[in-house]
């Protein structure tokens, strides 16, 4: 996760120095934001914590702000969209007694970004997620780890109250759906047992979450788990065939329990922009495709602090391709895959940015 850590006091800015190089070990990606005047440890320094959101807001996965937290809602107020596209927002007191998911609990991260500043540091974690609370599965949490996004998005709460209220939710997958074992691993993590959708017109249910690209008739309360657009970033040697690159993207799909159908936009190099392998493997996905100049390959590196290869670097100018070329095709920051090696390929795999809202 890129993180930003802001503080207002000296004390503050300790405390977040120390927490960032924790972080960083952990290989988290972190920047240090302190109010000027009152960063010992000259870290970056900011005037106003108003005019530092204005710049940072959307630039960062998660905020963890050292201050009051009623000076973090006033200022987060105006920058808040949507769980679905806002960071994850976590606030420490001072003395690091506390660390308190403020926004974006589940989707976003949030709660699970507050429990690991409470295990680094020995805060206090303070969720107040109502099925977090009640010791319930989350819809929206279930989501997250299979990288699926909620429809209708509006039903999201409505599951969870049921949750909440001790109703009877049925979670069920489609078993056309590739690597079972995946999702029913990723849902076990959560506290999720998953059924065959097969059995749904025989199971007692009061309301359902469905993992499935289908759309069924239902009358009972239910939404669905769908799959995400993907991006994907790819590196391969020179005279490598397009079923080379097939197969190793069809592995790669299959690892994050996706289709090769789910990629939405292939992203690589200036430099491969006329590997024939790789242009008709394009063609045959019929998916637009970008190709990055090193100097934009090398800034996404250096932001996201990416891994590097000096072979490749020396052969081609730049350290990585695959990772840096699916987090500029997806824009987004973080990766569903990373760097993965292959005979003659190696691939990434990046979610594609969310662009409207329902």
Same mark, same amino acid.
């Given at each position: 996760?890129?993180?930003?850590?802001?503080?207002? =006091?000296?004390?503050?800015?300790?405390?977040?120095? *120390?927490?960032?190089?924790?972080?960083?070990?952990?290989?988290?990606?972190?920047?240090?934001?302190?109010?000027?005047?009152?960063?010992?440890?000259?870290?970056?320094?900011?005037?106003?914590?108003?005019? &530092?959101?204005?710049?940072?807001?959307?630039?960062?996965?998660?905020?963890?702000?050292?201050?009051? =937290?009623?000076?973090?809602?006033?200022?987060?107020?105006?920058?808040?969209?949507?769980?679905?596209?806002? #960071?994850?927002?976590?606030?420490?007191?001072?003395?690091?007694?506390?660390?308190?998911?403020?926004?974006?609990?589940?989707?976003?991260?949030?709660?699970?970004?507050?429990? &690991? /500043?409470?295990?680094?540091?020995?805060?206090?974690?303070?969720?107040?997620?109502?099925?977090?609370?009640?010791?319930?599965?989350?819809?929206?949490?279930?989501?997250?780890?299979?990288?699926?996004?909620?429809?209708?998005?509006?039903?999201?709460? +409505?599951? %969870?109250?049921?949750?909440?209220?001790?109703?009877?939710?049925?979670?069920? /997958?489609?078993?056309?759906?590739? %690597?079972?074992?995946?999702? %029913?691993?990723?849902?076990?993590?959560?506290?999720?047992?998953?059924?065959?959708?097969?059995?749904?017109?025989?199971?007692?249910?009061?309301?359902?979450?469905?993992?499935?690209?289908?759309?069924?008739?239902?009358?009972? &309360?239910?939404?669905?788990?769908?799959?995400?657009?993907?991006?994907?970033?790819?590196? +391969?040697?020179?005279?490598?065939?397009?079923?080379?690159?097939?197969?190793?993207? =069809?592995?790669?799909?299959?690892?994050?329990?996706? %289709?090769?159908?789910?990629?939405?936009?292939?992203?690589?190099?200036?430099?491969?922009?006329?590997?024939?392998?790789?242009?008709? &493997?394009?063609?045959?996905?019929?998916?637009?495709?970008?190709?990055?100049?090193?100097?934009?390959?090398?800034?996404?590196?250096?932001?996201?602090?990416?891994?590097?290869?000096?072979?490749?670097?020396?052969?081609?100018?730049?350290?990585?391709?695959?990772?840096?070329?699916?987090?500029?095709?997806?824009?987004?920051?973080?990766?569903?895959? #990373? *760097?993965?090696?292959?005979?003659?390929?190696?691939?990434? /795999?990046?979610?594609?940015?969310?662009?409207?809202?329902?």
């Amino acid at each position: 996760m890129k993180c930003a850590i802001i503080s207002v =006091t000296n004390h503050g800015a300790v405390l977040g120095s *120390k927490l960032a190089d924790q972080l960083i070990i952990l290989g988290h990606q972190v920047d240090v934001f302190a109010k000027a005047g009152r960063n010992p440890l000259q870290t970056v320094s900011y005037d106003s914590v108003s005019s &530092l959101m204005d710049e940072i807001f959307s630039r960062y996965e998660g905020l963890i702000f050292i201050m009051a =937290t009623g000076i973090v809602v006033r200022v987060i107020a105006p920058y808040i969209q949507d769980k679905r596209m806002d #960071p994850a927002v976590v606030v420490m007191d001072e003395q690091g007694q506390f660390a308190i998911s403020l926004l974006s609990g589940h989707i976003g991260g949030g709660n699970e970004l507050a429990k &690991l /500043i409470g295990h680094t540091m020995g805060a206090r974690p303070v969720i107040t997620t109502a099925t977090d609370v009640t010791g319930k599965p989350a819809a929206d949490l279930l989501a997250c780890k299979l990288h699926r996004k909620i429809e209708p998005f509006s039903q999201l709460k +409505c599951i %969870n109250a049921a949750l909440v209220n001790g109703d009877k939710v049925g979670f069920f /997958i489609d078993k056309t759906i590739p %690597n079972q074992e995946y999702y %029913n691993q990723m849902a076990k993590e959560v506290g999720i047992q998953l059924q065959d959708m097969s059995n749904l017109q025989t199971t007692s249910y009061d309301a359902a979450v469905l993992i499935t690209d289908q759309t069924i008739p239902m009358e009972k &309360l239910h939404l669905y788990l769908r799959p995400i657009q993907l991006a994907v970033g790819i590196g +391969c040697r020179r005279g490598t065939t397009c079923a080379e690159i097939e197969a190793a993207l =069809t592995d790669a799909c299959y690892r994050i329990g996706y %289709n090769i159908k789910n990629i939405s936009i292939i992203g690589s190099t200036v430099l491969k922009q006329d590997e024939i392998g790789l242009l008709a &493997l394009i063609k045959q996905l019929s998916v637009p495709s970008v190709f990055f100049s090193n100097e934009e390959l090398q800034q996404c590196i250096d932001d996201h602090q990416l891994e590097v290869s000096n072979f490749v670097k020396k052969q081609i100018g730049v350290g990585n391709v695959c990772a840096a070329a699916a987090i500029l095709a997806g824009k987004r920051s973080k990766l569903l895959l #990373p *760097k993965t090696k292959y005979k003659n390929v190696t691939l990434a /795999i990046a979610p594609v940015k969310l662009q409207s809202l329902e």
